[in-house]
C-alpha cells in the first residue's frame, strides 16, 4: 500500500468517524429542539431529513432510496480505485475527503432512510439549504480536487510548457 493511498483512507475513515459522531448526538439533541436553535442573526442549527440529493432534488420514496445508495456506492467504489492509483498524498486527501462524505451520507440513507442535516444558514443576500458535516468533507474534497488539477496535476503543468 503506497502513502497516498494510506493517507487517503485514514482521511476517509476519520470523516466518516465525525460525521457519524455528530449526526448520532445531533439527532438525538435536536429532537428536544423542533424549531431549531438560534447560534447567531444567520446560522441556526436544525434538523432536516433530505431523501433527496443536493438542495433536496430527486426527492421520493423507496425505490429512489435505494438508487441513490447504488449511485453513491458505485461512486465510492470509483473513488476508492481512483485513490488506490493516486500517487500524491495533496490528491489523495482530496479523494479521501470525498469519499469519507459519499460514505458519512450512505451510511445515513442505510440507518434513517435519508440524509440528517443540521447546519442552516441564512445570509441577507442568500440562504442556503441545510447541510452536514460529511457535506462539508465533500466540498473541501471537491476544492482540493480542483487546487490539484490546476496547480499540481502533471497534464495541466505540461501545458504551459
Not at 1 to 25: C, E, H, R, T, Y
Not at 66 to 79: G, M
Not at 92 to 119: E, P, Q
Request: aromatic share 14%; net charge neutral.
Amino acid at each position: 500500500m503506497s502513502k497516498p493511498f494510506k493517507l487517503g483512507l485514514i482521511v476517509a475513515v476519520i470523516s466518516v468517524a465525525i460525521d457519524q459522531i455528530f449526526k448520532i448526538n445531533m439527532v438525538e439533541f435536536m429532537a428536544g429542539h423542533p424549531y431549531g436553535i438560534e447560534v447567531t442573526s444567520f446560522f441556526r442549527l436544525v434538523m432536516v431529513w433530505n431523501s433527496g440529493v443536493s438542495f433536496g432534488m430527486f426527492s421520493g420514496g423507496e425505490q429512489t432510496r435505494l438508487f441513490l445508495i447504488a449511485i453513491s456506492t458505485v461512486i465510492s467504489l470509483i473513488l476508492l480505485v481512483w485513490l488506490y492509483r493516486s500517487d500524491r498524498k495533496f490528491l489523495s486527501t482530496g479523494i479521501g475527503l470525498v469519499l469519507g462524505g459519499a460514505v458519512g451520507n450512505i451510511i445515513d440513507r442505510i440507518h434513517y432512510g435519508r440524509v440528517a442535516d443540521f447546519f442552516d444558514f441564512d445570509l441577507y443576500f442568500m440562504r442556503w439549504p441545510a447541510f452536514n458535516i460529511a457535506d462539508i468533507a465533500i466540498v473541501c474534497g471537491v476544492a482540493i480536487l480542483l487546487v490539484d488539477s490546476l496547480f499540481f496535476d502533471e497534464k495541466s503543468t505540461k501545458n504551459e510548457a
